[in-house]
């Protein structure tokens, strides 16, 4: 089951305490969001339909408790990163520091080739301070 971003905040929130109500959960990510409370019912409805998380009526309000373990949503996320990664091959969790070190190894490759070199100080040239603030600037002005 899919989770957005959005949604995996208001799972951080009933991993870390629950049962929460609504008005708990907002007051949580009151800390962190400036999310008003329609936006996060909205996402525990979604969480709900999903079957994320379970709601029990308590009095005049509902309770909300995860039925996502946190174990279990980051094994799905790291599965679909590694599915992006390595086009849907399946890959040996040896081989993937490999795989992603010769990525790296081939983008450096392709970088060398298109980054210049920034000058160095200038022969003669009596400043050496005012050579490396030129060369500061050309670095800043390359970015």
């Known amino acids: ?5 959005a949604e995996s905040l208001v799972m951080d929130v009933l ?3 629950h049962p929460l109500s609504a008005e708990e959960v907002v007051a949580a990510l009151a800390k962190s ?7 996060i019912k909205t996402l525990l409805n979604r969480l709900l339909n999903k079957g994320a998380i379970e709601a029990e009526r ?6 909300y408790r995860p039925l996502l373990s946190r174990a279990d949503y980051v094994h799905a996320e790291s599965k679909s ?16 520091p490999l795989r ?4 790296l190894q081939a983008d450096m490759r392709h970088d060398r080739h298109h980054v210049r070199p920034l ?14 603030a030129r060369s500061r600037s050309v670095l800043c002005e390359s970015r």
């Open 1 to 5: 089951m899919p989770i957005s971003d």
């Open 15 to 17: 991993w870390n305490e």
């Open 33 to 39: 969001t400036d999310w008003q409370e329609p936006t």
């Open 58 to 63: 308590d009095g005049r309000r509902y309770l």
């Open 81 to 96: 990163l590694l599915d992006r990664l390595f086009d849907g091959h399946r890959v040996a969790a040896h081989e993937v």
């Open 100 to 103: 992603l070190v010769a990525g």
């Open 119 to 132: 000058p160095g100080p200038q022969r003669g040239n009596a400043n050496a301070s005012e050579s490396r």
